[in-house]
């Protein structure tokens, strides 16, 4: 009774696998226009010196990780995009916290802000988020 059970839960599983398929073949990729700008973070190794750099439009070809508008920084640990402002968890310096970086018409990055000891957060929208305050008392 057993095997017949499992053949039948077995075949129903496959059948609903297949049929949760589509052939949506769209091909068409999303073209970045001319006016964007994009961030490249390089490090020297891994959550150690880096810079980050904005370039613009698309990178091709080889690129050159720094030029006059690049900013070095003493940890290049990931950083989190909203909107046109970049999130890194920690400045320039290299303390820990949250830092608010704008991209300048000119490619330079300006900073917006640092809330010291605050490396988790979350964006909900232009004038809302939620950071994590590890020195909040429970």
Known sequence: MKVPL??????VFA???LA???SDNNTEEPTPEEKDKFILMSTTSRFDAGFITALDGFPAGSVK???AKTLQ???AFGFRTFGKW???RSNAAGDAGLQKFTVNAD???KDEGFISGSTQFLV???TSGYYLDPRAER
């Open 20 to 22: 949760g398929c589509s």
């Open 107 to 109: 490619g330079s990055l």
């Open 86 to 88: 970049l999130f890194n």
């Open 124 to 126: 909900l929208n232009e």
């Open 65 to 67: 990780n720094t030029n």
């Open 73 to 75: 920084v003493s940890s």
């Open 6 to 11: 499992f053949k039948f839960v077995y075949f």
């Open 15 to 17: 059948a609903s696998m």
